[in-house]
């Protein structure tokens, strides 16, 4: 039996359960919804394009962020491996921000930029910057010292250095950097929607909430589920194991 139909059997368990659970559970729907429900508000969701617009203004948020975050990681990343000084005193920084919860930055957020999209995106970009930087030192870091000399032996220096021996030579940590940053920008996307305005899956979240309708919040919640799983298994699992077989580390 492959994976995947054991994850199809699994979720069809599941599914059936959930069903016969809220039809004879005796708890209202507000409070318990079956899946019929849920997949009918889901479905009705799609088709009047409320879901699907907050999903492309959730995405469009969550790529913006996540980029800001990736280009200041690498460079944050690159100079705390580059410099003793700047590892000695910007990368306890980084280590120590980093232990901080996204969410917790949120009210000063609104005060720097107000309850609109600066404030979320804000958010989103903190959420992934200090572990793609602390990724970034460390796959520096973690480059052999042979490339490293055989390459100056060779003359390679300054930016040739870095294009050619390390960051290629740190591509599969950085892969893994990039798959936990993105676990944590969406993370810190959903808090911040959840709270902020302007539209997106969080805030249908809340509207779900304030009205009541459970089914609404559920439906919001597979919604987030799938594009997350969709994300690590069909992007960044793919690619970490196309890096892995390219430098050797797997056979598969």
């Not at 959730?58 to 200041?72: D, H, K």
């Not at 958010?123 to 990724?135: E, F, K, P, Q, R």
């Not at 808090?191 to 304030?210: D, W």
């Not at 589920?225 to 797997?250: E, Y």
């Amino acid at each position: 039996m492959t994976t995947a139909l054991r994850r199809i059997i699994f979720i069809a368990i599941i599914a059936v359960i959930w069903e016969v659970t809220s039809r004879f559970s005796g708890l209202p729907d507000f409070m318990f919804p079956s899946l019929t429900q849920v997949l009918g508000t889901l479905f009705n969701g799609l088709v009047s394009g409320q879901i699907t617009a907050a999903v492309f203004k959730s995405l469009s948020r969550l790529f913006l962020g996540f980029a800001i975050a990736i280009t200041i990681g690498l460079l944050l990343g690159y100079l705390i491996w580059r410099f003793k000084l700047i590892e000695d005193t910007l990368g306890f920084v980084v280590t120590a921000l980093q232990s901080i919860p996204s969410i917790v930055w949120f009210p000063i957020a609104i005060i720097w930029f107000g309850l609109n999209d600066l404030s979320i995106l804000f958010i989103v970009t903190i959420g992934a910057t200090w572990t793609m930087t602390i990724s970034a030192a460390s796959g520096f870091k973690n480059v052999p010292r042979l490339y490293q000399r055989v390459a100056k032996t060779f003359g390679s220096k300054g930016f040739h250095f870095i294009r050619t021996v390390i960051l290629p030579a740190s591509v599969p940590q950085l892969i893994s950097g990039l798959r936990i940053a993105w676990a944590f920008s969406w993370r810190a996307l959903m808090a911040g929607e959840l709270l902020g305005a302007g539209g997106g899956l969080g805030q249908l979240l809340e509207t779900g909430r304030s009205l009541g309708q459970m089914d609404l919040v559920i439906s919001i919640m597979i919604i987030i589920a799938v594009i997350g799983t969709i994300m690590d298994n069909v992007v960044f699992l793919r690619l970490d194991r196309s890096v892995q077989k390219k430098w050797g580390v797997s056979q598969q």
